[in-house]
């Protein structure tokens, strides 16, 4: 579904990509695990087109995107659901929402009342603004309105950050309810013992590269994994 | 009645830096970018308008309707040209630009139209209203303005809140890559605010061209400067507050004018824009602006 090959992004003269590869099947949750700074966001941006590569090439869907623009990707089936929210403060739940089916927008009626029934806070809260909702709901409503797109394939980075444990466990909860309903899911964490325990497959990321990978069970069993992100 | 008098002088004054305002507003709003040519915009537009009106004998409204379409191209072809190559680039870079762009408007009006002083005829050929037996006489110019500037600040409203692009507008304004995200153009929204600013403009440049007829190429630069410190004044960005800045900017002058001294009015209009932004720096409506790292 998702195919990365050999892509170097650059922030001026910072090299924060090198020779990165990575691959994602249909129905797959895929972990892309690593330390702060190593470009995790960095691979996301680039593949949903907010940044570009210098070299290599991305490939979504059997079609070659790599100088796609980012608002073209969505109604391709593409959704990204950026770190640290973004969602938009001033305005509110019901709107955040109708701009999420921005591209889609038959469905709009009926994605709010699927988001409803995953997030029922969001529905208490449909008239607030977005800047008054706690962090957990402006999670919630970030990845709601990454889900009213319809996407086929859906990237999170760090949902679980900021959060009080509870809630994390909440998000993983509803990532793995996702991922039944068939959505395949690219997920960024630095809680990389919960990331390895959903993942089918992972990658770690060190220094922009990506240095190992394997499925979720391997990787939680890895000596090296262990030592770096797991706490022993 | 002077008083009276005055006071309606200064709202239908204040209703043109209300509407240019808004254009600065708009794009400020959306493309976090100081449009310093939206000024020169406006005279471009009572000059589209005049020559139609005296040369080509156009009805004074198709006169209008003819110089908002010049002024959105015109808009929409500076942002394309001169804004959108530097979308990546320091505020510093654009703000030079836009003021090269405000040179340029204004040398090629002087080389068009020449440095004489056209009379602008009034696009209003209604008797003024008179009252209490005369004392009080309001300008049908004035009532006109009055209108569009309330007329537009509801449009604008109800734009930005209730249309499909109005709230992609919003969204790019509060932020570009989350909007991206969602699948909105930037681009597109970018330029469509240019068009809208720049006709907006061009009902601006007639209505003040009718209320004070001297039409020369710098004619846009003063109010446009003005109509930027009305915005900055009642919290650019927000539309209620722009608007009420440009309101009170133009019975401050108009009022300073009269009861203080001409040649310092616009000293007066400055002093009070400055204390009001050292007591609230957004503006009087103005939002706190959210800063992301
Ligand atoms: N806008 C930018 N300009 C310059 N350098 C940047 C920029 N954004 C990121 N970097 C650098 O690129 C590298 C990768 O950053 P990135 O944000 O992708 O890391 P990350 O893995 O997502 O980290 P975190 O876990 O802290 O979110 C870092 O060294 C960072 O300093
Ligand atoms: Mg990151």
């Not at chain 1, 691959?23 to 691979?43: D, R």
């Not at chain 2, 009572?46 to 808009?75: D, E, K, Q, R």
């Not at chain 2, 809208?196 to 001297?214: D, E, N, Q, R, W």
């Not at chain 2, 440009?246 to 310092?264: A, H």
């Given at each position: 579904?998702?195919?990365v ?179 395949t ?39 090296e ?8 | ?14 209703s ?14 959306i ?13 471009v ?44 680039a ?19 009006a ?25 004392k ?14 309330v ?42 605010t ?11 440049g ?7 007829p ?11 400067i ?55 720096p ?12």
């Amino acid at each position: 579904m998702l195919k990365v090959d050999n892509i170097n992004v650059y922030y001026g003269k910072i090299h924060a990509l090198k020779d990165v590869s990575l691959e994602v099947h249909p129905g797959e949750i895929v972990a892309l695990i690593g330390a702060n700074g190593a470009g995790k966001s960095t691979t996301l941006k680039t593949i949903s087109g907010l940044l570009r590569s210098k070299t290599g090439s991305i490939n979504f869907m059997d079609e070659n995107i790599s100088h796609t623009e980012a608002y073209k990707l969505v109604s391709k089936g593409m959704a990204h659901v950026p770190e640290g929210r973004h969602v938009f403060l001033q305005m509110t739940v019901l709107e955040n929402l109708e701009l999420g089916a921005y591209t889609s927008g038959k469905y709009v009626k009926e994605g709010i009342q699927n988001v409803f029934n995953r997030f029922p806070r969001l529905k208490h809260r449909k008239n607030q603004i977005a800047g008054t909702l706690s962090g957990g709901e402006q999670q919630m409503l970030a990845m709601g309105r990454a889900l009213m797109s319809r996407p086929k394939l859906i990237m999170m980075d760090e949902p679980s950050m900021g959060l009080a444990p509870i809630l994390v466990e909440q998000i993983f909860d509803i990532i793995r309810d996702l991922h039944e309903s068939g959505t395949t899911i690219l997920l960024v964490e630095q809680n990389a013992e919960m990331a390895l325990r959903i993942a089918d497959r992972a990658y770690v990321l060190e220094s922009g590269r990506i240095k190992l990978s394997g499925t979720g069970a391997e990787l939680a069993q890895s000596d090296e994994i262990k030592k770096a992100y797991l706490g022993g | 009645m002077t008083f009276v008098s005055n006071l309606i002088n200064g709202i239908s004054l204040g209703s043109v830096y209300a509407i240019i305002a808004l254009g600065y507003t708009m794009v400020y709003g959306i493309a976090k970018m100081l449009n310093f040519a939206h000024g020169d915009v406006i005279m471009v537009g009572a000059y589209a308008s005049y020559c139609t009106m005296i040369y080509l004998n156009w009805h004074p409204l198709l006169s209008i309707l003819f110089s908002i379409v010049v002024c959105t191209i015109l808009g929409v072809v500076i942002e394309a040209f001169a804004y959108k190559p530097l979308r990546r680039a320091g505020s510093l870079a654009v703000l030079i630009t836009a003021i090269g762009v405000s040179y340029l408007l204004q040398n090629a009006a002087l080389l068009i139209w020449g440095s004489t002083p056209k009379i602008f005829t009034s696009v209003v050929n209604i008797k003024p209203l008179s009252l209490f037996g005369g004392k009080l006489t309001i300008t049908a110019e004035s009532i006109v303005t009055v209108a569009a500037c309330v007329l537009i600040m509801i449009g604008l409203t109800l734009f930005t809140q209730k249309t499909k692009m109005g709230k992609a507008m919003r969204a790019v304004s509060e932020d570009k890559d989350a909007a991206e995200l969602m699948g909105v153009n930037v681009n597109t929204t970018i330029s469509t605010t240019f068009a809208i600013g720049s006709a907006l403009a061009a009902v601006a440049g007639v209505l003040l061209c009718s209320a004070y007829p001297t039409l020369v190429p710098t004619t846009g630069s003063m109010p446009g400067i003005k109509a930027f410190t009305a915005a900055v004044f009642g919290g650019i960005g927000s539309i209620p507050g722009t608007m009420l800045g440009g309101i009170l900017l133009g019975i401050i002058e108009i009022f300073s004018k009269s009861y203080i001294s001409t040649s310092l009015s616009d000293a007066i209009v400055f002093a009070v824009l400055i204390i009001v932004l050292l007591v609230k720096p957004t503006g009087i409506l103005g939002k706190k602006v959210t800063e992301k790292v």
